[in-house]
Each structure stands twice: as C-alpha cells, then as structure tokens.
C-alpha cells in the first residue's frame, strides 16, 4: 500500500504563497511518503487553479517533472461534474502523468438537481478518461450520503468511473464513518485519511478536522476494511486541522440522529472560543495565523507518522 498526501494538508502555507507545488512535492518526499494528490479547487480571490500556479504546458510540464524525480504517483482534485471542466482537467491530469481524477457533485449545500444530473454529465466524458486511462473518482464531500455517491457509479455503469472514500466528510451527512467506509470500499479508487471530532460551537455543533490518529474516528478499523474489502493500492492523507464545518444533511440522513458517541463525541474545540471560532479556522485572522500554520505543519507530521505505522501493521 503506498501512501500519499493531499496539498490540502497545508492549505495555510498555499493560500499565503508560503508553498507552492513544487515545495510541497519535495515536502512530501521529505516525509517518506509516495505521491501526490493535487487540489485544484479555486480559492476565492486567489490566481491559478488552487495548488497549481497555472494550466500553461510549459508549467505542467514542470510539475510532471518534479514529479517523476521523486518516483511518486499523482492524482488530481477537483469538484462538479460539468463536462467542459472534466474534459480540461483530464486533459491536465495527462500532462502531469495523474491517473486518477477526484469530483464531487454538490457544491457546498445539498443539491439533488446536481445529483440528479451527475450521472448524465460524467457519461459524456467517459471516451476522454478511456484515451487516457484516467479512472474518475466520485466523492462523498460532506453532503453526499455513500448511497446517493454509490447509485451515480451504478448508473454510469462504466469501469473508468468509481469512489473516492472520503474518511470523514459522511459525518457532515450524519453517517457513520465506518459504515461509510464498508459500502464505500468495494467501489473505491483513491481516498482521503482523515480524523474528526465535534465540537460546541455556541448553541452549534461543528464537524472539526483534527491530525490523523487524535480524533474520533476508529481509524483503525477503516484502514483494516480498506486493506480486506477494496483493491486499493493508495492511501492519501488528507489532515484537514485547522478546518471546521457545519453539518450539510438534517439529523438521521445518514442513520445518525444525535451527536455524543463514538465519532459524534463532543471534544472541547481546539482553540478557545473566545478567540477564534471554529467556522473562522481555515481562513484565520492574521494575528492567530503564524500559530495556526505551524500547528497544521505539526499536524501533517503526526498525521503522517500514525498513517505510516497503519500501513506497517496491516500491509508490511
């Protein structure tokens, strides 16, 4: 089983142009790991396409050439199922040498039109991932419960287009993560490896990302399904600390109608809040944001190291 990390790990350093690609993939090698997963979500009133400064050849060839200095594999991440968008990003994920693509349908709310739509959209990009050899990978991102994700593969109905198992994001949907994760499984591509807890926030709950191994989540047993029940041969961290959001679904969409047990354990937040709330953690006010890159780059390296030390016991 090889190990990856997604640029999302160090958001912070990204969005204030402390990292770029190029850093983050020698970073990553730093760590021992073995590849790369690009996130090219648009940030809000940032240039380029998130982690990547560009789409121009000459810089994705680049890209693709520190890449293979490092022997890693590659996959890319983006959202929505817009046939123009996929075909440009499958056309990017070439030129770097990424083999697999991550999408999700809703965009931040509960969307069924889009679910509705997906299927439709993604079956005409198909002959694109085919040229290719490309697989498509569709997430369960925070409101998207694993049978909806589940029935837009089954209604492709094609080998190229499967799921990306996302560790935590079916909490925001009020599903267990390791129910997700066993029907996920059989179908997945690649994943996210991440760890949650919640947290009060005022009269509010809040789904909160914490390093890999400090939360909630019964990691253990998820990477021993992941290992018995998929074909995977990646795993990609993805340590979403500092991060929180609120709950996408109502209560019981997912089988979960309450927090208070197992993952839905209510934690003390991770910073007081009185200085900072938690919606306000991946995007900090300038006087928190030196503590709050160095507590992620701390997080990547707990989260890494408790990654690693699975992979030892359930594949070595």
Known sequence: MKIGLETESYHLQFMTGRMDIFQFIKKTAELGLDGVMINIVKWPDLPGWGTLASFEPEYLEKVKAEIQKYGFFAEIDTNGTDPAH?????????????????????????????????PDNIRRIIPLLQKYRIKLAVENHEEE??????????????????AHC????????????????????????????KDHIIVHDGDDYRVCGVPVGTGNIDLEQIFQILVEQSTLT?????????????????SGAGGVFAVGEGAFKVESPPYDLSVIKPLDYYDPPQELLEEMIEDQAKGVEQSVKYTLALRDKFCR
């Open 86 to 118: 996929l075909k440009q990003v499958i056309e990017v994920a070439h030129q770097i040498g990424a083999d697999v693509i991550r999408t999700y349908t809703c965009l931040g709310t509960y969307d069924p039109e889009r679910l509705k739509q997906a």
């Open 166 to 193: 996302d560790i935590g994001n079916s909490m925001m949907a009020w599903e267990d993560p390791v129910e997700a994760v066993k029907r996920l499984a059989p179908y997945a591509f690649t994943t996210h490896f």
């Open 145 to 162: 419960l694993t049978s909806e994700v589940i029935r837009i593969i089954e209604e492709v109905d094609s080998p190229w287009v499967r």
């Open 234 to 250: 990646r795993i990609n961290v993805e340590m979403c600390f500092p991060y929180a959001t609120s709950f996408k679904r109502d």
